[in-house]
């Protein structure tokens, strides 16, 4: 009896020993993203694929077209021709994604930035001049800065259509007349032998221009005259 009795006392023994062992699922040890970490030599947490790995969602096989970087530089040219539609739906995205901060002329004076939110480059600074389209790509990709991404709003195409309309719109600030492609120019002066009158002037000058004829007077019905 009294063996039996050390053998329930050695099994409670042993469960209590193994319930203070329990790992509950959100316990268990894990890094977070981008937690640095002494086990690797990188010290990076979040390793690299293996070699070879193939995805089981997008492949994204056209690394340029993903990245917008050749290497580990970024690119400058389009991976599709800029035509004027995609010119046209990039300036529609940049007006909804872009210009709310950057402002729809690109000089970084956007609605929300008026409000208090950090005032970001304007476009037209050298430095962002100077930068290959891929840059644009990269930090719409990645974010930068107070930036967030843009990867799960804006799809692929829609990112480089809006580096595009970038581009376009820092030539439209600091483009130079060798800068255009030679063709027929457009006239600002009228031809010869055409007289063009001067414009009226609605801000309240007093040019002989600007000054509207006095209304005649003329004889209205029974005798009485009307201005």
Known sequence: MAAKAATYILLGAALLTLAGCREDMQN???????RESDFYADKRSARPLVAGT?????????????????????????????????????????????????????????????????????YHID????????????????GFGAMPDYAEQVPVHDRWAIAAYIRALQLSQNASPSDIA????????????????????????TTAASTPPKPTAVQAE????KP
Do not use: W
């Not at 268990?28 to 981008?34: C, E, F, I, K, V």
């Not at 430095?127 to 990645?142: E, H, Q, S």
């Open 28 to 34: 268990q040890p894990y890094y977070r993203p981008l």
């Open 127 to 142: 430095r962002l001049r100077k930068a290959p389209i891929g840059y644009f790509f990269d930090v719409m990709t990645n």
């Open 182 to 205: 030679p063709g027929q120019q457009i006239a600002d002066t009228p031809p010869p032998g055409v007289m063009v009158s001067p414009l009226y002037d609605t801000q309240g000058a």
């Open 54 to 122: 193939v995805s089981r969602e997008h492949l994204d096989a056209d690394i340029y077209f993903h990245t917008g970087k050749i290497g580990t530089n970024d690119g400058d040219f389009m991976p599709f021709p800029a035509t004027a539609e995609v010119l046209q739906h990039g300036q529609q995205r940049f007006n909804i994604y872009c210009s709310p901060c950057h402002g729809e002329a690109g000089d970084g004076n956007g609605m929300v930035v008026q409000r208090g939110y950090k005032h970001p480059p304007s």
């Open 222 to 225: 029974g005798g009485e005259r």
